[in-house]
C-alpha cells in the first residue's frame, strides 16, 4: 500500500551513532544534552528569535493559549479546515471555540469573516497555515491589534516556509509546530513553540517540566511535556538531510502539477511565500467525483486522504456550536490528498497520476 504520507528517518547507522552516548550517559530526559543541542541547532535553521521544545505539538499549542493569560472561558477564533488538534486545544483549557469561515483559494481563515465574530468575550485568533499555506498575516494582525487579540498560529504544517522572506514561524504572538512522524520533518513526536517574546521562554519551560525549576523551587503548576534524548536524536539526524527532503518534495509535486495538468484544481500560493510541499491536496469537481478517485486508488493500493474531511466542528464534542461554513464545506468534500513525501518514486506519481485521470 502507498500510503498517502511516510515518515523521513535517517541512515539507521547514523542514528544509532547519534543515540550511541546514551548507554554512557544513562541521560534519557529532563532536557539532556541532545534536548539542548536540538533546539540550538533548530532555532538557527528556522531562523526564529525563541523556540521551545515540547514533547507533542497538541501540547506545545495548549501550553502557550494558556500562559497568554487569556481570560478564563473566553472565545477564540479558529477555522474548522483543520486538525481536529486545533479545535480540542481550545475547549480542553475552557475556552469556546467559534468557527470562521476560510478562503477558496488557499484553505486559510477568511480575514474579512473575523469582524462579525469577534464581538463579545472574545480573546484570540487561531488561524491554520493548512497544507503550508501561509494565512494573510497582515489582514488577521491588523485587525488583532484593532481589536486587542492575541494571535497563536498554528503552523504544524509550515514548516520552513518563509513570507516575504520572513520565516512563518515569527509571526503572532507565537507558533505552534509538529514534530509528528506524519509531518515534513519528524522527531517521531514532538512540537514546539517559537517566539519572540523572551518573557514566554521560562512559561513555556514551566508548562513543561512541571514548573520545577531547580531542586528546591516548584513555581507553577505544570505538566509533564519535555521531548525526550531519543526525539531529540532523531531531530538531530533529519535536520542533517531537511534541505534534501524538502527539494524531493518539490520535485514531486511538480511532477504532479505537470502529469494531472487541468483536470483537477489547486490551492493557490500566496504571493510572497514559498512552500514545503508538505502534502499533495488537490480539488475535485464535487464530492461524488472525490470520492470515486479515491475508492479507484485505494482498489490500486493506493491510500490518498480526505484530508479535511469532515470538518472539526462536525466532530461530536462541536456539533452544537454555530459553524457558518459554507466555503470549508466545499473544500472538504472536495478534497483529496496524494500520496507524498522524499522516497515516493516517480514512476508511482505517474501511476497515481494516471489513475486519477482514468477516473475523471
Request: charged letters at 20%; hydrophobic letters at 45%.
Given at each position: 500500500?502507498?500510503?498517502?504520507?511516510r515518515?523521513?528517518m535517517?541512515?539507521?547507522?547514523?542514528?544509532?551513532?547519534?543515540?550511541?552516548?546514551?548507554?554512557?550517559?544513562?541521560?534519557?530526559?529532563?532536557?539532556?544534552?541532545?534536548h539542548?543541542?536540538?533546539?540550538?541547532?533548530?532555532?538557527?535553521?528556522?531562523?526564529?528569535?525563541?523556540?521551545?521544545?515540547?514533547?507533542h505539538?497538541?501540547?506545545a499549542?495548549?501550553?502557550?493559549l494558556?500562559?497568554?493569560?487569556l481570560?478564563?472561558?473566553?472565545?477564540?477564533?479558529?477555522?474548522?479546515?483543520?486538525?481536529?488538534?486545533?479545535?480540542?486545544?481550545?475547549?480542553?483549557l475552557?475556552?469556546?471555540p467559534?468557527?470562521?469561515d476560510?478562503?477558496?483559494?488557499?484553505?486559510?481563515?477568511?480575514?474579512?469573516?473575523?469582524?462579525?465574530?469577534?464581538?463579545?468575550?472574545?480573546?484570540?485568533?487561531?488561524?491554520?497555515?493548512?497544507?503550508?499555506?501561509v494565512?494573510?498575516?497582515?489582514?488577521?494582525?491588523?485587525?488583532?491589534?484593532?481589536?486587542?487579540?492575541?494571535?497563536v498560529?498554528?503552523?504544524?504544517?509550515?514548516?520552513?516556509?518563509?513570507?516575504?522572506?520572513?520565516?512563518?514561524?515569527?509571526?503572532?504572538?507565537a507558533?505552534?509546530?509538529?514534530f509528528?512522524?506524519?509531518?515534513?520533518?519528524?522527531?517521531?513526536?514532538g512540537?514546539?513553540?517559537c517566539?519572540?517574546?523572551?518573557?514566554?521562554?521560562?512559561?513555556?519551560?514551566?508548562?513543561?517540566?512541571?514548573?520545577?525549576?531547580d531542586?528546591?523551587?516548584?513555581?507553577?503548576a505544570?505538566?509533564?511535556?519535555?521531548?525526550n534524548?531519543?526525539?531529540?536524536?532523531m531531530?538531530?539526524?533529519?535536520?542533517?538531510?531537511?534541505?534534501a527532503?524538502?527539494?524531493?518534495r518539490?520535485?514531486?509535486?511538480?511532477?504532479y502539477?505537470?502529469?494531472?495538468?487541468?483536470?483537477?484544481s489547486?490551492?493557490?500560493?500566496?504571493?510572497?511565500?514559498?512552500?514545503?510541499?508538505?502534502y499533495?491536496?488537490?480539488?475535485?469537481?464535487d464530492?461524488?467525483?472525490?470520492?470515486?478517485?479515491?475508492?479507484?486508488?485505494?482498489?490500486?493500493?493506493?491510500?490518498?486522504?480526505?484530508?479535511?474531511?469532515?470538518?472539526?466542528?462536525?466532530?461530536?464534542?462541536y456539533r452544537?456550536?454555530?459553524?457558518?461554513?459554507?466555503?470549508?464545506?466545499?473544500?472538504?468534500?472536495?478534497?483529496l490528498?496524494?500520496?507524498?513525501?522524499?522516497?515516493?518514486?516517480?514512476?508511482?506519481?505517474e501511476?497515481?497520476?494516471s489513475i486519477?485521470?482514468?477516473?475523471?
Amino acid at each position: 500500500m502507498i500510503k498517502v504520507t511516510r515518515t523521513s528517518m535517517p541512515p539507521f547507522e547514523e542514528f544509532c551513532e547519534q543515540i550511541r552516548p546514551l548507554w554512557d550517559s544513562h541521560i534519557l530526559t529532563n532536557m539532556g544534552q541532545l534536548h539542548e543541542r536540538f533546539e540550538a541547532e533548530l532555532r538557527q535553521w528556522l531562523g526564529c528569535p525563541g523556540l521551545t521544545l515540547f514533547s507533542h505539538g497538541h501540547l506545545a499549542l495548549e501550553a502557550v493559549l494558556r500562559i497568554l493569560g487569556l481570560p478564563a472561558g473566553s472565545r477564540i477564533i479558529t477555522t474548522p479546515f483543520t486538525f481536529v488538534s486545533t479545535v480540542h486545544a481550545i475547549a480542553r483549557l475552557g475556552f469556546e471555540p467559534v468557527f470562521c469561515d476560510v478562503l477558496p483559494s488557499d484553505g486559510t481563515l477568511d480575514p474579512s469573516r473575523l469582524e462579525e465574530l469577534a464581538g463579545g468575550r472574545c480573546s484570540a485568533v487561531l488561524p491554520v497555515h493548512v497544507y503550508g499555506n501561509v494565512c494573510d498575516v497582515e489582514a488577521i494582525e491588523a485587525f488583532a491589534v484593532e481589536y486587542g487579540l492575541r494571535v497563536v498560529y498554528d503552523a504544524a504544517h509550515a514548516f520552513g516556509v518563509r513570507y516575504k522572506g520572513v520565516p512563518v514561524v515569527c509571526r503572532g504572538d507565537a507558533s505552534i509546530l509538529s514534530f509528528h512522524a506524519t509531518k515534513v520533518f519528524s522527531t517521531i513526536e514532538g512540537g514546539a513553540v517559537c517566539w519572540s517574546d523572551p518573557a514566554m521562554r521560562q512559561a513555556l519551560d514551566d508548562e513543561k517540566n512541571f514548573g520545577i525549576r531547580d531542586e528546591n523551587t516548584c513555581a507553577a503548576a505544570g505538566g509533564n511535556a519535555k521531548l525526550n534524548e531519543f526525539q531529540a536524536a532523531m531531530g538531530l539526524c533529519n535536520l542533517r538531510h531537511i534541505d534534501a527532503a524538502l527539494q524531493a518534495r518539490a520535485q514531486l509535486a511538480g511532477l504532479y502539477r505537470s502529469l494531472l495538468g487541468d483536470s483537477v484544481s489547486y490551492f493557490h500560493l500566496r504571493d510572497g511565500a514559498t512552500s514545503n510541499h508538505s502534502y499533495m491536496p488537490v480539488l475535485m469537481r464535487d464530492r461524488r467525483q472525490r470520492d470515486s478517485v479515491c475508492d479507484a486508488l485505494v482498489a490500486a493500493g493506493v491510500k490518498a486522504r480526505k484530508y479535511f474531511w469532515p470538518l472539526a466542528c462536525d466532530a461530536a464534542p462541536y456539533r452544537s456550536l454555530p459553524a457558518d461554513v459554507p466555503v470549508a464545506r466545499n473544500l472538504s468534500e472536495r478534497v483529496l490528498t496524494l500520496p507524498l513525501y522524499p522516497e515516493l518514486p516517480e514512476a508511482e506519481v505517474e501511476r497515481i497520476c494516471s489513475i486519477v485521470i482514468g477516473v475523471l
